[in-house]
């Protein structure tokens, strides 16, 4: 058996960060039209409520367009239509032009075998169908509404995510399965709408048959990884199962689609077998070069979303420690990973003190065998300052002594 091609480590990861926008220069114009493009090229952007600094989706966008702002995301979202929030691993923003590959989810949240629906039927007892045609009742006859606009029937204190109210657990459930649509967030809060209302071009699409479906959640989950295992394929998109996945990889890889490669870790564990398109080493040749700056990534941002993959490619081990101990934290309960060019360099612990308008950088930790050079630290300065700005932060406070990580 012929030995498997070796894709270099820095291939590897040059592929993945031009397949989520990371190469691309982030001086260019921020436009809807450059951002929707720039999602449909990502696959989506993740989703998620905590704001010490930014949220998850406008950070992740701003990392690639120094010109991002809120306000661009918001209208394709909400005037023009042009993107929807569902799941993929997470909750996630997806072009609208996908919306016939959600379909096959939206059906999975019906079945009452599923955990969600056990959930449903457990918390919206002792008539969760009545619950849920009172609530499309009411959206119908009176257009977008909020969980708020619902009264509480217990009397007892909310505790929290899933101490949901009936009504708003039907109101989840209506979105899952793709009755409901999220038409806007009021502080952060959904907004729901009928589908067919809010999205009717695209509302009544078929669905697309499982041949489709597979080749569509594979071909695209592998474009956007460059290099990825079975297992990474499958959960990009989270839309079919791993079974149909290996399938696929083994269907293509016979066909000559894709071809089974080796990545070298780097940091130091043995190559991991793959696969990547045929023609790999032209797409990788195409391929511009990282830009020599410094950015300050988001927590959530997609190619540091699977740590195990981050620590293989570019040796940069990361934990999310917002949901650890205080007095168990390594670094802090919302680090962030610095990128120069196309290598991690360090993290920072930062917060948007709101109240006085600055974003306040408590400490800066670089990792084993980066030296803090005077070039480095005004490139850390620079970055911090544009990320200040863009989050509309009008002054930014660096520490004025530096850590380094434990190697």
Known sequence: MPARPLLPVEVARKMLLGGQGLLADPARRATKASVLRQIEAMGFVQ???????????????????????????????ERDRSLFEHWT???????????????????????????????????TKPRPREVIAQVRSRIEREGPLMSRDF???????????????????????????????????????????????????????????????????????????????????????DAVPLADVRAWCRDAAAHGEIVEVEVAGADGSKPRCGFAFADWERRARRLPDAPERMRLLSPFDPVIRDRKRALRLFGFEYSFEAFVPAPKRRFGYYVL?????????????????????????????????VQPTRARKRALADAADRFAEQIGAETCRLPAVSSRTES
């Open 151 to 237: 009264e509480h029937a217990s009397p007892r204190k909310n505790q929290g995510w899933w101490d949901w109210k009936p009504q708003k657990q039907a109101l989840e459930f209506l979105w899952r399965t793709g009755e409901l649509s999220i038409a806007k967030r009021v502080s952060f809060a959904k907004v729901y709408d009928l589908t067919e209302r809010w999205l009717p071009e695209v509302a009544s699409v078929a669905t697309p048959a499982p041949e489709a479906q597979l080749d569509w959640a594979c071909r695209n989950g592998l474009e956007r990884l460059g290099f990825a295992t079975a297992s990474e394929i499958q959960h990009f998109f």
């Open 47 to 77: 989703v998620d409520s905590i704001n010490i600094v930014e949220r998850a989706h406008h950070h992740i966008l701003a990392s690639r367009f120094d010109g991002y702002r809120p306000a661009l995301l918001t209208r394709l979202v």
């Open 89 to 123: 691993h997470d909750a996630s923003i997806i072009p609208v032009a996908w919306f016939a590959h959600w379909k096959p989810r939206f059906a999975s949240y019906h079945r009452p075998d599923r955990p969600w629906g056990r959930w449903l039927a457990r918390r």
């Open 337 to 369: 990973p610095l990128l120069e060019g196309d290598r991690f360099v360090g993290r920072l612990d930062p917060k948007f003190e709101r109240d006085h308008g600055e974003l306040v950088v408590r400490r800066v930790w670089w990792e084993p065998g």
